[in-house]
C-alpha cells in the first residue's frame, strides 16, 4: 500500500540554524501538507500546497518557513533560523482527490538546543 | 473555536470491553476523520465520515456522525492491547482544506 515517507526520522539541530525537513507524498497525490505537533499537544495546520504553490498557511507559518516541492516527487519544509519553540513533531500528508482524506508519514523529531 | 473536542481526555478499560470516544465542534464540516496515534508516532488514518453520512462500519470500528448536534462519536469493538493509543478527531470545515485537531483522548486498554 502506498505511503508518505520523511526523513530524516529525527534531526537535532541549534538555534539559529537552518533545518530542511524531507517528505516523499504518495505519488498520484495532489495536495500536500505540513502540521506540527510539539509534545504532548494537540496536531496543528502548518501549510497546504497544491498546483506548486501554497494555498494556505496558518500564523505559526511566518517568514522563517517555506516550502517547496524541487522535483515530482519530493516536498520539504525549510525553516531558515530555528527557535527553541520550533522543537515538535513534523508531519506531513497528503492526499489526492475527493474528500481530503489525508495520509500522513511518520513524521520527523526536531529537537532545537 | 473551529477545532474538535475529545471526550473523555483518557480512557481506561480492559482488554475485550468496547470503548466510546466522542468528538464536538462547532463549526460546518465538510467531513470529519479520526486518526489514531501511537506513542511517538505518527497518525494512521482510521475512517472518514461525510457530512451526509450518518454512521459507518470498518473492522471492529463504527463511527457515527449527528450533524445537528455538531458531534461524533468513535466506537472500538472487543477491544485488544494493540488499540492503546491516543485517538483523534479531524474536521475538514466546509470551504477549507486543512483538518483541524482536538487535544485526543488517551486509551490505554488493560490486559
Known amino acids: 500500500e502506498p505511503e508518505v515517507t520523511q526523513t530524516p526520522s529525527h534531526q537535532v539541530t541549534q538555534m539559529g540554524q537552518e533545518v530542511i525537513l524531507r517528505c516523499v507524498p504518495i505519488?498520484?497525490?495532489?495536495?500536500f501538507y505540513w502540521y506540527r505537533q510539539i509534545l504532548g499537544q494537540k496536531v496543528e495546520f502548518l501549510v497546504s500546497?497544491?498546483?506548486?504553490?501554497?494555498?494556505?498557511k496558518s500564523e505559526i507559518f511566518d517568514d522563517q518557513f517555506s516550502v517547496e516541492r524541487p522535483d515530482g516527487s519530493n516536498f520539504t519544509l525549510k525553516i531558515r533560523s530555528t527557535k527553541l519553540e520550533d522543537s515538535a513533531m513534523y508531519f506531513c500528508?497528503?492526499?489526492?482527490?475527493?474528500?481530503?482524506?489525508?495520509?500522513f508519514g511518520p513524521g520527523t523529531r526536531l529537537t532545537v538546543t | 473555536s473551529q477545532q474538535g473536542e475529545e471526550d473523555p481526555q483518557a480512557l481506561s478499560i480492559q482488554e475485550g470491553e468496547n470503548a466510546t470516544m466522542n468528538c464536538s465542534y462547532k463549526?460546518?464540516?465538510?467531513?470529519l476523520q479520526w486518526y489514531r496515534q501511537n506513542s511517538g508516532r505518527g497518525l494512521v488514518h482510521l475512517i472518514l465520515?461525510?457530512?451526509?453520512?450518518r454512521e459507518k462500519h470498518s473492522g471492529r470500528l463504527r463511527v457515527t456522525l449527528d450533524t445537528s448536534k455538531k458531534s461524533s462519536s468513535l466506537l472500538i469493538t472487543a477491544s485488544r492491547a494493540a488499540d492503546t493509543a491516543s485517538y483523534f478527531c479531524?474536521?475538514?470545515?466546509?470551504?477549507?482544506?486543512?483538518?483541524?485537531f482536538g487535544q485526543g483522548t488517551r486509551l490505554t486498554i488493560n490486559p
Open positions: 500528508a497528503s492526499f489526492g482527490r475527493g474528500w481530503y482524506e489525508q495520509y
Open positions: 505519488s498520484n497525490h495532489l495536495y
Open positions: 500546497f497544491y498546483n506548486n504553490e501554497i494555498s494556505e
Open positions: 463549526t460546518s464540516i465538510n467531513n
Open positions: 465520515i461525510r457530512s451526509n453520512e
Open positions: 479531524g474536521l475538514i470545515i466546509q470551504g477549507a482544506q486543512k483538518l483541524v
